[in-house]
């Protein structure tokens, strides 16, 4: 018996899930083409950020995202693909939480108390969200 990822999706108009579930799907084959163990909830809601992403176990299995509902069209697949990429840092053990000391692990340097806009996690994630959103739209058959 073959392993397949579980996804759940909740929240926002049925239109938005809709696309999300799209979206999300295509990422996971996309950016974690192995990965068959999975477990992600993404639920769209009232909130002040974009998205957040994160990792509720210490195997980096299993994830939550969360997406602000009502973004635009392409806000909304750009932010989901830029969440995406943080699953795939998480899930490949790139990008790891350290508690203890407020101190970041990225691949193997440490990084403590880095400012936002210096976060090499982040500058992936922004320089792939774009690329990433163009390709869906261009791979995608129900827009």
């Not at 957040?52 to 602000?68: M, N, S, V």
């Not at 069209?73 to 750009?78: A, E, H, K, V, Y």
Request: net charge positive.
């Amino acid at each position: 018996m073959t392993k397949s990822n579980s996804i759940y999706f909740s929240g926002g108009k049925i239109a938005e899930r809709k696309l999300t579930e799209e979206c999300v799907t295509w990422c996971l084959k996309k950016l974690l083409p192995r990965f068959r163990t999975i477990n992600l909830k993404v639920r769209i809601k009232e909130m002040e950020d974009w998205g957040c992403c994160y990792k509720l176990d210490e195997k980096g299995r299993q994830f939550k995202i969360t997406i602000k509902k009502g973004l635009s069209l392409f806000d909304l697949i750009s932010t989901i693909c830029h969440e995406m990429v943080h699953l795939k840092q998480f899930a490949r053990k790139e990008l790891r939480w350290c508690n203890r000391n407020n101190n970041n692990m990225w691949k193997k340097s440490v990084h403590n108390n880095t400012p936002y806009d210096d976060q090499p996690w982040e500058k992936e994630a922004y320089r792939l969200e774009r690329r990433l959103a163009i390709e869906f739209f261009t791979s995608t058959s129900t827009l």
